[in-house]
């Protein structure tokens, strides 16, 4: 590597001035000046080094893997604004837009807090890390400032120099190895490894030391042996030793349980050569100086990595008896090993271009989960997911990252920390600055949720929301509040039914005292029996008549069936909703179906003979049913549906209510018609909260029938409830 602090911007405009243009460099010397001035009255690095130092190292080792002027100048300029008062217009007034839109994206990144000792954060935090990076060169910069100031960690307390080496291991250095780029990774793991393990790190280096010469002069012969055999089989190649890195040695150590001495290919060489024909050549030609190890060889050419490494790799029996591994590879391969995703990033002389789609898609592959799962494993999981588009990364106030669908707010955030601090939200502050419900999270944004407890979720929080979490929390407060309004209702139902009776029955009834009748309808508390009256479940006259202490007492059941025939006639129904059913084998009965089951066709069902208004049909398990068995069982005939009721059409009505949008009912009536049922008639209103009730009167025939709907209508997504109401005559 080059020098950690160039003085000035020799060392840069040396290494660049082979293949950058005139106007090119005159920008980087214009950036250079207007940085130094900006920076001029920051203080000293903790080094003793000028602030600009920093800056020009960050510069000078993007210049290292070959990165287009836009990327160069950025991070000559990448401090600007995080230090000075300069805004990124003043940039982009300068130096350009696409400039201006890289030092940007670097500020937001710096402000981000990565401290973590969590894996799964550290997770979580990396993809953010490449969500907010719209143009892959932000992460570049950003990589390149966190290895200077890996270098010069040294300047740190001990406790800063631990929390930013964790950070590197967990976050910046998987970075760098998911994007290809080896000469960031294995120095930024190294540094890291030196503060988080030292005496296992300068173990490892003294035992690296101990062999170094000899290391390097068997090395040296090696690159000789296989320069002479590549001379004369006419193949232009260069031969490089390549050394092994302490971090990568001690986690061999570790996986392996193996000692030093035990690690057999601290030696390698590394042949680059001109084309693919001349990397197999010179394959067969090492194969042919030394004895290849069986299953040692592996062919990266022919099928790359998802990175876009390629190279042969293969491990021999080398001079000395002991294994020596290969690499061979062209220049362009070698430029991608050593350089990765920046490769891909081609000048076009005269323009600042922004990634092409072509770049873009690499990137994607890049990204892609590899069949070798064993580093980074949580990393490659969570990278499975589209990184630019379908979430957005939040911090809490204590530096954890809730991760939402994209463009949720306050309350999806608010549901995600607790279902009670959902419940209760009023607002946020995010960044500091207080915001409404409707705001959409940025990544990166801070945010806290500000309650209240008199607040309660409302039906317009469900047009807000974005996660399925907060949607169902929603709801299902929805339905228990609406539980509690039909508890009012059905007080006020019986409040009205008995207005309707006569005083000296109105001064004996109190409606407070349900406590008698829960038995019978099959409930615990009495806010229960109020509630299934409020839903039009039961009848308010029904449970009145049974408050009312009745003297008349019931006459025959032959009187009560000869009342019955008199009134409705004994021939089958033909008319629409009124059922005919068979009693005691007799044909022909016409009745009512009572309203608090609802029976149909297809329902097991039983008669109960009423006070002056004849046969009423209950369903077998009904609630009221059970209550006249048990107090009047004499008035309970059993019933079967005639063989003619497949034929009659039953109306029945339904409440639904749904998010109101654009097609709503539309939508529903399609849902209703694909189930074979009409709609006889529909009402709908809408609520300024953005709530719709549509009322439908359909056309049943069986039970079955009703049932199917009914499971359609609920898996709706934009559907709250849908209750059956009262049955039409």
């Known amino acids: 590597m080059s020098a950690t602090h160039p003085d000035n911007l020799d060392a840069i405009l040396s290494r660049v001035s082979g293949y950058w243009s005139d106007d090119d460099i005159a920008r980087l010397t214009a950036a250079y000046r207007f940085a130094e001035a900006a920076h001029g009255d920051n203080p000293p690095r903790r080094t003793g080094h000028r602030f600009i130092s920093h800056p020009l190292a960050v510069a000078e080792i993007l210049t290292e893997i070959e990165a287009d002027p836009a990327t160069v100048i950025a991070g000559l300029l990448h401090d600007v604004v995080e230090d000075t008062d300069i805004s990124v217009q003043h940039i982009?007034?300068?130096?350009?837009?696409?400039?201006?839109?890289?030092?940007?994206?670097?500020t937001k990144l710096t402000r981000l807090s990565f401290q973590t000792h969590q894996e799964r954060q550290a997770g979580n935090l990396r993809k953010m890390f490449l969500a907010m990076a719209h143009d892959i060169r932000v992460i570049l910069i950003k990589l390149a400032d966190r290895l200077h100031n890996m270098r010069t960690l040294y300047a740190l307390p001990e406790d800063k120099q631990l929390a930013t080496?964790?950070?590197?291991?967990q976050i910046f250095a998987p970075l760098a190895h998911r994007l290809g780029i080896w000469r960031f990774k294995w120095e930024l793991e190294d540094l890291a490894f030196r503060y988080i393990s030292p005496e296992e790190y300068y173990e490892v280096a003294q035992l690296l030391g101990v062999g170094r010469e000899e290391r390097e002069e068997r090395i040296e012969a090696v690159r000789t042996a296989v320069r002479g055999r590549l001379e004369q089989a006419g193949i232009r190649a260069t031969v490089q030793g390549r050394a092994k890195h302490i971090y990568s040695i001690a986690q061999k150590m570790e996986k392996q349980d193996i000692s030093f001495d035990r690690i057999a290919d601290l030696a390698a060489i590394r042949i680059i050569a001109d084309s693919v024909a001349d990397c197999y050549a010179a394959l067969g030609l090492v194969h042919d100086l030394w004895i290849p190890i069986q299953g040692m060889f592996t062919d990266y050419i022919a099928k790359a990595k998802a990175n876009k490494y390629q190279s042969l790799h293969t491990k021999v029996i080398g001079p000395d008896k002991q294994p020596l591994e290969?690499?061979?590879?062209?220049?362009?391969?070698?430029?991608v090993a050593e350089y990765g995703v920046a490769a891909h990033w081609r000048y076009k002389e005269g323009e600042d271009s922004a990634p092409s789609e072509d770049q873009i898609d690499l990137l994607r592959q890049v990204l892609e989960l590899e069949t070798d799962l064993k580093e980074s494993h949580e990393f490659l999981e969570l990278l499975q997911m589209d990184l630019f588009n379908d979430q957005v990364f939040v911090f809490t106030p204590d530096g954890d990252v809730i991760d939402l669908p994209a463009d949720a707010g306050p309350i999806d955030f608010a549901y995600r920390i607790h279902t009670e601090v959902g419940h209760h939200c009023i607002g946020a502050r995010v960044n500091g600055r207080q915001v409404p419900l409707s705001y959409m999270f940025r990544n990166g944004d801070i945010a806290e949720i500000v309650t209240s407890p008199t607040s309660e979720p409302s039906r317009d929080w469900l047009e807000l929301v974005r996660s399925s979490r907060a949607k169902s929390k929603i709801r299902h407060y929805l339905r228990a509040k609406m539980r509690t309004e039909n508890v009012a209702a059905g007080r006020e139902a019986l409040r009205k039914t008995l207005e309707a009776q006569p005083p000296k029955v109105r001064r004996v009834i109190d409606l407070e005292n349900l406590e008698p009748l829960l038995e019978s309808f099959g409930f615990r508390e009495k806010e229960d029996l109020l509630a299934a009256v409020g839903y039009g479940d039961i009848e308010a006259d029904t449970v009145v008549r049974d408050l009312i202490a009745e003297e008349i007492q019931p006459g025959s059941l032959a009187e009560e069936v000869d009342r019955v025939l008199a009134e409705s006639g004994a021939a089958p129904s033909r008319g629409s909703g009124v059922p005919a059913v068979t009693v005691d084998g007799m044909n022909g009965f016409q009745c009512r179906r009572s309203k608090c089951c609802s029976p149909l066709p297809g329902d097991d069902i039983i008669g109960y003979i009423t006070r002056g208004k004849g046969l009423t049909i209950h369903r077998s398990d009904c609630k009221n049913l059970q209550y006249h068995a048990d107090n009047e069982p004499n008035r309970v005939v059993s019933l079967t549906w005639s063989r003619e009721d497949g034929k009659t059409v039953f109306q029945h009505e339904l409440?639904?209510?749904?998010?109101?949008?654009?097609?709503?009912?539309?939508?529903?009536?399609?849902?209703?018609?694909?189930?074979g049922i009409n709609i006889a008639s529909a009402n709908a209103s809408t609520s300024d909260a953005g709530v719709a009730r549509l009322d439908l009167r359909l056309d049943i025939r069986r039970r079955q029938d009703l049932d199917h709907v009914l499971g359609r209508l609920r898996s709706l997504i934009d559907v709250i409830s849908v209750r059956q109401l009262s049955l039409a005559r």
């Open 92 to 106: 982009e007034n300068e130096f350009g837009e696409v400039v201006a839109n890289l030092v940007d994206g670097v």
């Open 165 to 169: 080496a964790q950070e590197t291991i």
């Open 326 to 335: 290969v690499q061979i590879r062209t220049w362009d391969m070698h430029r």
């Open 655 to 675: 409440e639904i209510v749904a998010v109101d949008r654009v097609g709503l009912f539309s939508h529903i009536a399609a849902v209703v018609a694909e189930c």
